[in-house]
């Protein structure tokens, strides 16, 4: 009797045994009995080996598929995620479908209803239909294969079904072949002599698996290095994935490959429906496009001839998953591109330390460009001391004369603030009560224009107060300020200056951040507002300031990791200045001037801070030196998830390994999140390999204990938040 072991979309560590009485191979779906329901799985193993009496397990109910459903190289990169990330299997296998799969649907394309000739419509006389010049022109038009259904009504189809001339059949719709017709449309732009040198080093090694860092400094025309490098492997008929931060802070990007290529491109984002992204799914595997872009999850799309992958901003933090699988995007797309024995180009004008350590071992090739595309030159930068100053909405007066000078000129302007909102807190002038969000024990973000308070944790929303709950005082008084405020101010100082704020309340809606980017590339005096979603890939050829308003917070955070985030955030957003002919120039407004972090950004650029901070961290062994696990968990009454965090460190102090460093537990650096106290327990060890079989040991255990069921806990491999 053959035993099929099923993976389900349930958070637990096992596989369920079936009985399989019908033919079926490893990576098909398969509809189970589960407990009263039925259930959608995956086999991940056939044998006959099982652990419980053959007579007490049951038999499948359906095979969904007629073969894997995975393509042998996905299969095997989603095997080794399970292993690495120690999460449960079937809730990584059902991340890796799009959610029509996961419901059963049929993995082929479907049928569509198309209107033929009968045999007695083929050999219709026209001249029988002379009364009814419509019914006429629709079977010219059948016969002449000219057809288009929207010309005609539902009417005149059903007048000639009625007749037996014409009949609806279903056809499954024919494979698209792209590769005969491709062709790359001419481009006016000359490259430099690092960008074609960086061409030819992929090119002539894009038949096997490389790692190719492409570090470029704002401006350097990475994205053109991409084109050519992508026009070699599209003429060969292969195609591409390219993994983009978020797709929707990417539109120019986006726009210049469909113009470049006469080729399929499909995007892939959260904001298609679920029928979309089944179908570039299918595209994808049957190779009927060219390209892929998408976010993070695009990368378990399946492709019949992938020939290279490319992550571009590979230094982005969101490429790493925050919630329930926190899968690295940017780790596993190298892992698939040695699976699948092809290149992988990482491309970044600030690449995270942990990328440049591996080019520093020359575990990876560095491809460097170092001058700004075309005529452009590097921004000058500079730091304001604001000590002692006035600040109105967090901007003082020399840098509001220095706006002036720029929008005099016709020139724009960027200003940037990471915090959206009208102001972080509202406080109580009288008692000095805060209104804070009961479910995080953390202060409501002030939204104006909304006129509403809003938790930027949970995104609960309330009421703004029309009184203090604690005095019953009505003098509310916001706090701080935010990107929303920053607006409010601007509109007051330059009446008669355009300004967009771009930040996630203002281009949540489809097409809004088109709708903003096309005003700017308008050109003419402008100011532009907002959070990183203006750091992120943009082009302003018109914007000759970029004012950073308040980051003092980053160099002061206890998160070992907050200064790299900075310097990457800075660098970006720098290089929003100055892009084209026009001189740029970038002012930082700071509380502390003389910090050793901004003056070697400053005087010695993003290599050089890159340079000093891994010697700190290998002094330090920090990460890329250690490899680190954060352990979390999380309940309603603050006492169970300490306990069993302390029951983990307790077990792992017993295996007394003096490579292992523990730190907690200890509450998160958020307590407190959606009625739900979180803790966590850091693990830090020398080696990945030993750090590894200490989790697979440690899963065993837990699974054992009573603890385990009264809390939310989870296991974050390689944290990027500590």
């Not at 732009?189 to 960008?195: A, D, K, P, V």
Request: charged share 20%; with cysteine; proline share 5%.
């Amino acid at each position: 009797m053959l035993i099929a072991h099923i993976a389900l979309p349930v958070p637990l560590y096992q596989l369920y045994d079936y009985r399989l009485t019908q033919p079926a191979e490893v990576g098909m779906r398969v509809k189970v009995p589960f407990g009263k329901r039925d259930a959608i799985g995956v086999i991940v193993s056939i044998d006959q080996q099982t652990d419980v009496p053959i007579e007490c397990l049951k038999d499948i109910s359906e095979i969904i598929d007629n073969e894997p459903l995975f393509t042998p190289a996905v299969w095997q990169l989603l095997k080794w995620a399970v292993s690495y990330y120690h999460f449960p299997i079937g809730e990584v296998i059902f991340h890796a479908m799009p959610v029509l799969l996961r419901q059963g649907k049929q993995a082929s394309k479907t049928e569509i209803k198309q209107w033929q000739l009968t045999e007695l419509g083929k050999n219709c006389d026209l001249k029988s239909l002379s009364r009814s010049y419509k019914q006429q022109l629709l079977l010219t038009s059948l016969k002449n294969n000219t057809f288009s259904e929207n010309d005609f009504s539902a009417n005149i189809f059903h007048q000639l079904e009625k007749k037996q001339l014409i009949k609806q059949v279903s056809v499954t719709p024919d494979t698209v072949e792209w590769q005969s017709h491709f062709s790359t449309n001419p481009t006016s732009i000359r490259l430099n002599e690092e960008q074609t040198k960086a061409i030819a080093s992929v090119n002539q090694q894009n038949q096997q698996f490389n790692v190719f860092l492409l570090e470029g400094i704002t401006g350097s025309g990475k994205t053109e290095v991409y084109l050519n490098i992508l026009s070699d492997i599209l003429s060969a008929g292969k195609q591409a994935l390219i993994l983009v931060p978020e797709i929707g802070l990417t539109p120019q990007t986006i726009k210049r490959f469909k113009q470049r290529f006469n080729a399929p491109i499909d995007i892939l984002h959260s904001g298609l429906t679920d029928k979309q992204r089944f179908e570039v799914w299918l595209r994808s595997r049957s190779g009927e496009n060219a390209i892929v872009v998408g976010t993070r999850s695009a990368l378990f799309t399946p492709f019949k001839h992938l020939g290279m992958i490319i992550i571009d901003e590979e230094h982005d933090n969101s490429y790493k998953q925050q919630e329930g699988w926190r899968y690295h995007a940017r780790d596993l797309a190298i892992i698939r591109a040695k699976i699948e024995n092809i290149p992988i180009i990482l491309g970044s004008a600030t690449p995270s330390l942990e990328t440049l350590n591996n080019a520093q071992n020359q575990k990876y090739q560095l491809l460097q460009l170092t001058q700004r595309a075309g005529d452009a030159s590097l921004a000058q930068q500079s730091i304001l001391d604001i000590r002692g100053l006035v600040l109105c909405a967090g901007l003082s007066q020399p840098l509001i004369d220095q706006i002036k000078k720029h929008l005099s000129n016709n020139n724009q302007v960027m200003l940037f603030l990471n915090r959206r909102g009208f102001s972080p807190s509202i406080i109580c002038h009288d008692c000095g009560w805060i209104a804070e969000c009961p479910r995080c024990d953390m202060p409501y973000t002030y939204h104006q224009k909304q006129h509403k308070l809003i938790c930027h944790y949970c995104d609960t929303p309330r009421a703004l107060p029309h009184q203090c709950p604690k005095c019953g005082s009505t003098h509310l008084i916001p706090i701080g300020f935010g990107t929303e405020q920053l607006e409010k101010q601007l509109e007051i100082l330059f009446p008669n200056i355009k300004i967009s704020r771009i930040d996630r309340d203002t281009v949540s809606k489809k097409g809004a951040l088109d709708n903003y980017l096309k005003e700017i590339q308008q050109g003419g005096a402008h100011i532009l507002v907002g959070t990183q979603i203006l750091a992120k890939g943009h082009h302003f050829p018109d914007v000759t300031l970029v004012g950073i308003v308040d980051v003092d917070g980053a160099l002061f955070s206890s998160d070992f990791r907050a200064t790299e985030r900075f310097a990457q955030i800075y660098t970006q957003v720098s290089g929003r200045a100055g892009r084209e002919a026009k001189t740029g120039e970038v002012i930082l407004q700071t509380y502390h001037p003389d910090h050793p972090l901004l003056n070697v950004l400053l005087s010695k650029g993003y290599q050089e801070f890159a340079k000093f901070t891994l010697q700190e961290r290998r002094q330090t062994h920090l990460p890329p030196f250690s490899y680190q696990v954060m352990i979390r968990a999380a309940d309603r009454n603050n006492h169970h998830a300490p306990n069993f965090l302390q029951q983990i460190h307790d077990w792992l102090k017993s295996l007394d390994n003096h490579r292992l460093w523990q730190l907690g537990p200890m509450p998160s650096n958020h307590p407190k999140k959606a009625g739900y106290y979180r803790w966590q327990l850091l693990l830090q060890h020398t080696h990945r390999q030993q750090l590894q079989q200490i989790l697979d040991q440690l899963i065993i255990s837990i699974d054992k204990w009573g603890e385990t069921s009264k809390v939310r806990w989870s296991i974050d491999v390689d944290p990027i938040d500590n």
